[in-house]
């Protein structure tokens, strides 16, 4: 070690090289947006179309769901309470590392509880922007893409969110956007024209 230069190695970057520095390489600022509601509330198909609108723009952003982590560096974690915030914990860590390397990172996981996100706050700081992906339950079962809600009322998932486990509102989004009153087209603008100031360098 005695090698190395000092501040050669810092905790801000790899390398010596800060995340400012990446930033303006980049020309953004970093931040996490954490999309966060029901299964069915459109968090995924806001946070594809999301990115697709900042890289159209010339903004580099990475969209993160709960199928990518759980195939992944959360195949080891089921859906009790423990694994949930595990797997929110993990999430976090990784969008750390895209904050350091100057990425807008696109996170849409349920996050059902206030525990969990304030867990989110305490690793991301404010840097986190959170917006909850609002729907009525009964319209995200109708919606039900992927069949989950008709498994878990047949008892085929277990403490599944909204079904046998609560989802609690979140306290203090700095977003809400209304899926059921608005189309994606509308909810993608508010979202953008939301992101826009906070990812634009001074």
Request: glycine share 10%.
């Given at each position: ?110 996050t059902p ?22 729907a009525p ?21 277990a403490d ?43």
């Open positions: 070690m005695n090698d190395i230069p000092a501040g050669f190695l810092s905790r801000e970057g790899d390398n010596g090289h800060s995340r400012k520095a990446k930033e303006r390489m980049l020309g953004q600022r970093a931040r996490v947006i954490w999309l966060g509601g029901l299964s069915g509330a459109g968090k995924t198909t806001l946070g594809l179309a999301l990115e697709q609108r900042l890289l159209e723009l010339g903004f580099l952003a990475q969209l993160i769901d709960g199928d990518i982590v759980r195939h992944g560096i959360n195949s080891n974690l089921q859906f009790s309470l423990d694994d949930r915030i595990e797997n929110i914990r993990r999430v976090s860590e990784v969008s750390s590392l895209f904050l350091k390397s100057g990425v807008i990172t696109i996170n849409c996981f349920i509880t206030n525990a969990m996100r304030r867990l989110a706050r305490e690793i991301l700081g404010e840097d986190l922007l959170e917006v909850f992906i609002h339950l009964e319209v995200c079962e109708n919606r039900d893409p992927k069949g989950l809600y008709r498994k878990a009322r047949r008892g085929e998932i599944f969110t909204g079904v046998g486990s609560p989802f609690e509102v979140p306290e203090h989004p700095d977003l809400t956007v209304h899926t059921h009153e608005q189309g994606v087209d509308e909810c993608l603008r508010q979202l953008v024209d939301f992101i826009l100031p906070r990812i634009r360098l001074e």
